[in-house]
């Protein structure tokens, strides 16, 4: 009689134990990773490959007029412009009179790095510098370059303590082409001088 109590009872809770595990309500399961959309560019690879090596090569730019570094200041100069003319803004998803700007802007951009080359003095390159910069922040927004977000960086002393210069960046953090490491009266003091002015993101329109 014993035995077949506790075999009942072992075939009682064998059936609860399956109807709790079998019938749990929807949504309780584990949902394991939770998958992520991945971000796709409106831009072509076509378009977004050169222009990323464009902008790698203003950073080099960038990081030759902190270092004082005339030379390395024209070589990247030199690489941006060349860099430049290999994008093709014919492929860009937008109409004519957009694609017909960007041009303009990249052609501005290609005389600024003919200035830069051209220029003998390191601040006269930062002069230079400072118009290649605008200019290309304004293409960055025509073409709406949606590879990283982008800060729009200014310094307000980059010329004398009263006339500003701005570059752009892929970081917040500030490091200033336009008084760098090397000042003759500041040196390193005052290479973080600055802040983000603006930034522009257009990897969140997608």
């Known amino acids: 009689m014993k035995k077949g109590l506790l075999l009942i009872g072992i ?10 595990f079998f019938n749990k309500p929807a949504g309780t399961a584990d949902a394991g990773p939770a998958l992520q959309t991945l971000a796709q560019s409106k831009n072509s690879d076509a378009f977004n490959i050169p222009f990323n090596n464009a902008l790698q090569a203003y950073y080099k730019l960038h990081d030759a007029l902190v270092q004082w570094d005339t030379a390395k200041a024209t070589e990247n100069a030199k690489l941006l412009q060349a860099s430049l003319a290999k994008v093709p803004y ?15 802007f990249s052609e ?16 006269e390159k930062r002069k230079s510098f400072y118009e290649l910069s605008e200019n290309l922040y304004t293409l ?11 800060y729009h ?32 009266k500041y040196h390193a003091a005052m290479v973080n001088c600055g802040s983000a002015a603006d930034s522009l993101d257009y990897t969140l329109k997608q």
Not at 11 to 20: D, E, F, I, P, S
Not at 161 to 182: A, C, F, H, Q, R
């Open 140 to 150: 960055v927004q025509t073409v709406k370059y949606d590879q990283q977000k982008l």
């Open 108 to 123: 501005s951009i290609h005389a600024d790095c003919i200035g830069i080359v051209g220029d003998s003095s390191i601040s």
């Open 90 to 104: 014919d492929s860009l998803k937008a109409d004519s009179n957009l694609i017909l700007t960007a041009k303009s």
């Open 11 to 20: 075939v009682v809770v064998g059936l609860v134990g399956y109807l709790v």
């Open 153 to 184: 960086m200014v310094c307000p002393m980059a010329f004398g303590d009263d006339k500003e210069g701005k570059w752009i960046s892929n970081t917040d953090s500030v490091i200033n082409p336009y008084l760098g490491l090397k000042h003759p």
